[in-house]
């Protein structure tokens, strides 16, 4: 947000708006961006750089929620694949590109690797239907947190609303607390970007947010997470 001050909202977003534009011809992808090659490549968006990997949600904080919904879901499916070429496309970092994915997927990203005391979770657009995160009941109160996208489709890729367990979202995150808490993240999607898709009433989403355990930093016991995967439908032990 200071920075989106300092730099004035609409210039920000001019900026950002204009490197993925340039960056989609080439699939946002690392390699093309030789510094070698006689030409700046600063303006473009790199996503096989780690720093470039909360670039859509930048948008959350400048005031266009939908262009993160539509950058993130543009990477997902343009800069990843299944293919050999698809292999190893940036500084994957022990799993850092392959986390983005699936926390992307899921719809959630977080701005600050979650090193806040209340950690925030950012809301982007969700690739499945259905996302049951079983949690861990060593460490977390809930049994498990339902995502699910009605209407999703890969023209639909705009939220039109958000609910979290029934009450509607008026900015576009929650706190980590509340997945911890478990329950229910509800997107309503859309082919058209909709610029009211949270609310303006923050007396509304300080009503969902809720108290909750903190992130379990240390003393996590050895134990293999399942993730399944079926058409539409993600379901990931935590």
């Known amino acids: 947000p200071g920075l989106v001050e300092l ?3 609409e210039e920000f977003n001019r900026r950002l708006e204009e490197g993925f534009e340039r960056s989609e011809r080439h699939n946002f992808a690392a390699h ?3 510094r070698t090659m006689g030409q700046s490549a600063e303006f473009y968006i790199n996503h096989g750089n780690e720093v470039n990997m909360c670039t859509p949600y930048l948008f959350n904080y400048s005031g266009k929620p939908w262009l993160a919904q ?6 997902l499916e343009r800069f990843y694949g299944e293919t050999p070429y698809h292999g190893w496309e940036g500084d994957e970092d022990e799993g850092q ?3 983005w994915y699936v926390m992307s997927a899921m719809g959630l990203f977080e701005m600050d690797g979650g090193c ?3 950690p925030m979770v950012d809301l982007g657009s969700p690739l499945f239907e259905k996302i049951t995160v079983r949690l861990d009941p060593d460490y977390y109160p809930g049994r498990t947190f339902t995502i699910e996208a009605r209407n999703n489709s890969p023209e639909n890729v705009y939220v039109q609303r958000a609910y979290l367990n029934g009450k ?3 900015r576009p995150r929650i706190p980590f607390a509340a997945i ?3 329950g229910t993240l509800l997107f309503e999607m859309g082919p ?6 949270y609310l303006p009433d923050v007396r509304q989403a300080s009503s969902a947010t809720g108290k909750g355990p903190k992130r379990a930093i240390q003393g996590r016991k050895n134990r293999t997470n399942n993730c399944i995967i079926k058409k539409d439908l993600l379901c990931l032990h935590i």
């Open 192 to 197: 058209e970007p909709a610029p009211d898709c």
């Open 116 to 118: 806040s005391a209340e």
């Open 97 to 99: 590109m392959s986390a």
């Open 70 to 75: 539509r950058w993130a879901r543009a990477i």
């Open 32 to 34: 093309v961006f030789d």
């Open 180 to 182: 911890a808490e478990g």
């Open 7 to 9: 730099i004035g909202r």
């Open 168 to 170: 509607r979202l008026s």
